[in-house]
């Protein structure tokens, strides 16, 4: 199974991305995508996840500006990032729970990053 994140960029600040994190491979199941961030000199932070029956969970510091989603016939996550601020910048990370089979069991697998640059 791999998981590969894109849509990062360089944006100024109020602007938008979206980052999209698609999963392939052999998969029985997805329950909780994240994503997570780390920027330079910091430890990684959550930053929003949603459980297979769609609840969604935000750091306060995105809370009204970032949403998930997720296309679960695309094995795809979904975050949409609106009136970016400069404190936004860092490599945002995607990760899911999934399942390879009936009898494999429960594992989490991470995207490789992708950069978010927002300029002041």
């Known amino acids: 199974v791999q998981l590969q994140a894109s849509g990062g960029g360089l944006v100024q600040a109020g602007g938008s991305l979206r980052l999209s994190c698609a999963a392939s491979?052999?998969?029985?199941?997805?329950?909780?995508m994240g994503w997570y961030r780390q920027a330079p000199g910091k430890q990684r932070e959550v930053v929003a996840t949603?459980?297979?029956?769609?609840?969604?969970n935000y750091a306060d510091s995105v809370k009204g500006r970032f949403t998930i989603s997720r296309d679960n016939a695309k094995n795809t996550a979904y975050l949409q990032m609106n009136s970016l601020k400069p404190d936004d910048t860092a490599v945002y990370y995607c990760?899911?729970?999934?399942?390879?089979?009936?009898?494999?069991?429960?594992?989490?697998?991470w995207g490789q990053g992708t950069q978010v640059t927002v300029s002041s």
């Open positions: 491979g052999t998969i029985f199941s997805i329950g909780n």
């Open positions: 949603i459980t297979s029956g769609g609840i969604t």
């Open positions: 990760y899911m729970n999934l399942a390879r089979g009936r009898n494999f069991g429960w594992h989490d697998y």
